[in-house]
């Protein structure tokens, strides 16, 4: 079973993203804030994250560096869902992200992109303009 960490720090937005994944026969496992969600990262080891941007006490860009900066982690596929963002934003790529989900993003899309960073697993993140997003079918 594939375990997805999500880093969200709104309660509902949080509960309906965990159910979703739940439904889809994955293990969930939730950080209300980047440091909560690296903590998780760091004993789960996760199969995929997912991470808003805008949290407190850690926020996404954080997590994505010290995700990157992990040896145990630095692999692991991470998704953007934020609603902070423009498509084409170079910093997604600059952070090691695979994929970008702006808010609010239909649910089949949500699934498709975690479905696929599963399949495709752990793979380096090289930092340049291309990035690892074509690992992800949902691109800048």
């Given at each position: ?17 965990v159910r979703l ?48 900066g992990n040896a ?34 239909p649910n089949d ?32």
């Amino acid at each position: 079973m594939s375990v997805l960490l999500i880093a969200e720090d709104v309660d509902d937005i949080a509960m309906i993203l965990v159910r979703l994944f739940r439904r889809d026969g994955m293990t969930v496992l939730r950080g209300a804030d980047g440091a909560e969600a690296y903590d998780l990262a760091v004993e789960h080891r996760p199969d995929v994250i997912l991470t808003d941007l805008g949290m407190p006490r850690m926020d996404g860009w954080e997590l994505i560096r010290a995700v990157r900066g992990n040896a145990d982690l630095r692999d692991t596929p991470v998704a953007i869902l934020t609603g902070q963002l423009q498509p084409g934003d170079a910093r997604v790529t600059e952070s090691g992200a695979c994929s970008l989900l702006l808010k609010p993003c239909p649910n089949d899309e949500l699934r498709s992109t975690i479905r696929r960073l599963v399949e495709n697993g752990p793979h380096g993140h090289t930092f340049s303009a291309a990035g690892c997003l074509s690992h992800a079918t949902s691109s800048l």
